[in-house]
């Protein structure tokens, strides 16, 4: 069993539609949880930085970390055609960050 | 300011050859990570490196893997001998320093072993 596990997708979705995007995760020592954007042929940029469970927005976007259930998500509210990445969260307790494998999101016109 | 710089951007090398790949950091940032990520697959850690302390290996698939920093500065990943099963995106990561620090990607370097 992996570490971290990821829906690799794809999931397609209407432009403006809400996205939930989720990660579950086995160890019980990650504390520090991070969602990254990834376009085709570039390196991963950082979405969103999570320490504690509950609720962390920017703009458009909510990162939910619920420890108890070692499940975290990211929420993408009136997603756009420019959303259209791969989503990798990724976790970390201390000796390294591991990522999950991601999911492709296609936001449709 | 400059963001996490990676050179080649491509590199086509026949099997068995060597290749070395280069990482710029962030300036000031004390933590340099080097990833790979193969076609479908999550990143993969290969090898950290934090300061003046010995660098971390626990993630190198084997000993024709080995990668060296000068300082905080540039970081070299280098590849002998390589084989198909190397062909992969290489992707360095530096931090502020500090496992937990959030980490900021370059772009990569496609490696197509042929």
């Known amino acids: 069993q992996k570490e971290v596990e990821q829906d690799p997708g794809p999931l397609s979705v209407p432009e403006g539609a809400i996205v939930s995007l989720n990660c579950t995760y086995s160890n019980s020592a990650f504390q520090y949880f991070m969602w990254y954007r990834q376009y085709s042929r570039k390196g991963p940029e950082l979405l969103m930085y999570t320490y504690s469970s509950g609720n962390k927005e920017d703009g458009r976007f909510t990162a939910q970390v619920d420890k108890s259930s070692k499940y975290i998500s990211l929420f993408i509210r009136d997603s756009q055609p420019s959303d259209s990445a791969t989503y990798l969260c990724a976790m970390s307790g201390g000796n390294k960050l591991t990522f999950g494998t991601g999911t492709q999101l296609k936001v449709e016109l | 300011g400059a963001g996490v710089s990676q050179s080649p951007s491509n590199k086509v090398t026949e099997k068995g050859k060597d290749v070395e790949l280069r990482c710029d950091p962030i300036s000031g940032h004390t933590a340099l990570y080097w990833y790979r990520q193969r076609l479908g697959q999550g990143l993969e850690f290969l090898i950290y490196f934090q300061g003046n302390s010995a660098p971390d290996k626990s993630g190198l698939p084997s000993d024709r893997f080995s990668a060296e920093r000068t300082g905080e500065s540039v970081s070299t990943l280098t590849i002998q001998r390589t084989q198909q099963e190397d062909s992969a995106v290489y992707l360095c990561?530096?931090?502020?320093?500090?496992?937990?620090?959030?980490?900021?990607f370059g772009d990569g370097t496609r490696l197509s072993i042929l």
């Open positions: 990561a530096s931090s502020l320093g500090g496992r937990h620090e959030p980490q900021h």
